[in-house]
Each structure stands twice: as C-alpha cells, then as structure tokens.
Nanobody, 122 residues
C-alpha cells in the first residue's frame, strides 16, 4: 500500500510563490505517474499538473507558465512550485499517484494524499 502526505501549504499574497511537496511511502510498490489536483471551495476537483516516472510533464490551462511540477524518484517525492499566485489558486491541493507491485505491472492502483491548504489573499 502507498501512503501520500502533502506539505508546504499556507497563506500567501497575490503574486507570491509557494512550493508544495508530497512524500510517498511505497515499500513493495513501484510509483508510476504522479499528479497534483486541487479543489476550491464549492468547486469541482481540478487537475493541476502531471508527471510521469520518466519526467514528462503536463499542466492544466489555468496554471501553465506559472506552476512547475517535478519529482525526485530517489526520495519518492513530487513537488509543485507555484509562482505568480492568484486568488483563484486558493484551494486544497491533493497529491495523486499511480502504482503497481514491483515486478507485477498490473493491476495498477491509484492513491491520494489528504491534501494541503493554499490560500492566496491580500
């Protein structure tokens, strides 16, 4: 079983920056794709960014050119560097990962962290 724990959330002014981290404990699992999602109050969960095990990245339209996702496979950690933050970025940010048992690529399992709050306000 994989456990994900996010950290780094907090209060920041518009235009500021914040870096989120998500540490994964994987044991006998192999981590494949990882992603960040967010959910603002009263809104639907939204994809923020994805990153494959090989480092290929994709971003949601609302965060392109402002956010950067990265990962350190040795540390089993994924990061989200957020810059030029806007009030609409306020949300709970969730770490997501897909994994499989080492040596057994299927089935693949999906895991979620408990979330970390980001508030962008003057």
């Amino acid at each position: 079983q994989v456990h994900l724990v996010e950290s780094g959330g907090g209060l920041v002014q518009p235009g500021g920056s914040l870096r989120l981290s998500c540490a994964a404990s994987r044991s006998i699992f192999s981590i494949d794709d990882m992603a960040w999602y967010r959910q603002a109050p009263g809104k639907e969960r939204e994809l923020v960014a994805t990153i494959t095990s090989g480092g290929n990245t994709n971003y949601g339209d609302s965060v392109k050119d402002r956010f950067t996702i990265s990962r350190d496979n040795a540390k089993n950690t994924v990061y989200l560097q957020m810059s030029s933050l806007k009030p609409e970025d306020t949300a709970v940010y969730f770490c997501n990962a897909h994994a499989s048992l080492v040596g057994i690529p299927y089935p693949r399992y999906e895991y979620w962290g408990p979330g970390t709050e980001v508030t962008v306000s003057s």
